[in-house]
């Protein structure tokens, strides 16, 4: 059976180029362009055949739940193929597809530099390049669902609407990179921090990026950095 993937970017032109790498296998990656972006990222990923671009505007900020609405209804065009929502930053590791259910979880494992690790390379495997790292239970994710079910997300994809985490079962693990190296973090994460809308800030949508700082990303990469090997 098919896979596609459906993911949302802004100015992720260095992470594209893993995503790329690492979803390599899947038969289309649907992607949810904002039109603010003012990088390399459109260019990129018109140069990808597999890439079914769509385009989304947030006149007043960026706004989680049009972009949730957009990626349900993206969901709902997509033939019969097994769906995997992730974000830019999110790598499944994911080496067959289920044979039984229609809705499974992934455990995204939060991953750093750690001390003895170097600069990230493309030539490596996501797995080979940060190795170490925590389980937040925030980010063990319902993304990998069969599609032509009557489902949709909540913000931030961590829960399916209607149904309790705890039911839909794991599925397999994946690597977190929102901290995976301090030369593209620093930037991807400050620039959020300016994006958001009201609405989002009145919800705590994103809560963790509202007033990140430089200092503080800098701080929690180094507290780190001694973290126990995963895989």
């Not at 790329?20 to 038969?27: A, I, N, Q």
């Not at 080496?95 to 990230?120: C, G, I, K, M, Q």
């Not at 996501?126 to 190795?131: F, G, H, L, T, V």
Request: hydrophobic share 35%; proline share 3%.
């Amino acid at each position: 059976m098919r896979l596609e993937t459906i993911t949302f970017m802004r100015n992720e032109e260095f992470l594209i180029p893993f995503y790329f790498k690492h979803y390599s296998f899947v038969d289309r990656m649907n992607i949810c362009l904002d039109v603010s972006s003012t990088d390399k990222t459109e260019a990129l990923l018109k140069e990808n055949k597999k890439v079914n671009l769509y385009r989304v505007n947030f006149p007043a900020g960026y706004n989680a739940m049009i972009k949730v609405l957009m990626i349900n209804d993206i969901f709902k065009t997509v033939g019969d193929s097994w769906v995997l929502n992730v974000d830019c930053d999110e790598f499944a590791f994911i080496d067959r597809l289920p044979a039984d259910l229609n809705s499974y979880r992934v455990e995204f494992y939060n991953v750093f530099r750690h001390v003895t690790e170097s600069n990230l390379d493309l030539n490596k495997s996501i797995k080979e390049n940060r190795r170490y790292g925590f389980l937040d239970q925030n980010y063990i994710k319902p993304i990998l669902v069969k599609s032509e079910q009557n489902i949709e997300w909540g913000v931030g994809n961590h829960t399916i609407i209607g149904k309790l985490n705890k039911d839909i079962p794991i599925f397999c693990k994946g690597a977190h990179w929102e901290n995976a190296d301090l030369s593209f973090c620093i930037k991807r994460r400050c620039e959020r921090k300016d994006r958001y809308s009201q609405y989002d800030r009145l919800k705590g949508f994103g809560i963790h990026n509202h007033n990140i700082t430089e200092e503080q990303i800098v701080l929690k990469c180094k507290e780190h950095s001694n973290d126990p090997k995963i895989w």
